[in-house]
C-alpha cells in the first residue's frame, strides 16, 4: 500500500498564477484533510472532506478550493496565488472510526514569488 | 476558538526521560492526539486519548486530565532518533483536529 501520496512534491509559482494539488490515498479512508505548514509552527487546516463529494471549511480556507470527486482522492486548488500562500501543504486522511489517527502525505513545499 | 499550550524546546540526554506538556483550550472537546514530525518528514501519529488516564505504547506513554484540560506526552530510554517535533493536538467535532506549534526535542549523546 502507498498510504497517502501527493503531488507535485515541489512547485514555484509566481503571483496570480494557479496551481492545483492533488492527493491520494489507498487505505478507503472516509475522511481527507489539507494542512498547511509555516515555518515553526503546527498544523492549520484548511478545507476537509468527511466523505465522497463532500467538502467543508477549516480554520485558513481563503483563497483555497477543494474538491473531492472520488472517495480516494483530494484536490487543492489555488486560484490566484499569492506569497502569503508560500507553505508546506501537507494531506491526510483517517478512517471513520478512528478519526482523530491520520496519516499524512509527505508534504508539497510550494513557494509562490 | 481553540489554544493550545506546549514547550517551543525541550532537550535532553540519551537513555533519559522527558515529558512534554500540553495544556488547552476549547470547545467541543473530543480527545487529545499527539504526533512526532522529523525534519523535512510529514507528522506520524503516536497515540490518542479520549478518556482520563495513561496509555502505553512501548516507549511512549500519553496521559490525559480533561478535568484539568492537560496532557503530556512522556518518552522513555530516549534514542537520538527522538530527536524531532512533537505536536499535540485537540480532536474537535465532524474528525478535525487543532495543532499546537509543537516541541523540540533534541537528544544528546
Known sequence: NAGVTQTPKFRVLKTGQSMTLLCAQDMNHEYMYWYRQDPGMGLRLIHYSVGEGTTAKGEVPDGYNVSRLKKQNFLLGLESAAPSQTSVYFCASSYVGTTYEQYFGPGTRLTVT | ?109
Open chain 2, 1 to 109: 476558538g481553540q489554544s493550545l499550550e506546549q514547550p517551543s524546546e525541550v532537550t535532553a540526554v540519551e537513555g533519559a526521560i522527558v515529558q512534554i506538556n500540553c495544556t488547552y483550550q476549547t470547545s467541543g472537546f473530543y480527545g487529545l492526539s499527539w504526533y512526532q514530525q522529523h525534519d523535512g518528514g510529514a507528522p506520524t501519529f503516536l497515540s490518542y486519548n479520549a478518556l482520563d488516564g495513561l496509555e502505553e505504547t512501548g516507549r511512549f506513554s500519553s496521559f490525559l486530565s480533561r478535568s484539568d484540560s492537560y496532557g503530556y506526552l512522556l518518552l522513555q530510554e530516549l534514542q537520538m532518533k527522538d530527536s524531532a517535533s512533537y505536536f499535540c493536538a485537540v480532536g474537535l467535532n465532524a474528525g478535525k483536529s487543532t495543532f499546537g506549534d509543537g516541541t523540540t526535542l533534541t537528544v544528546k549523546p
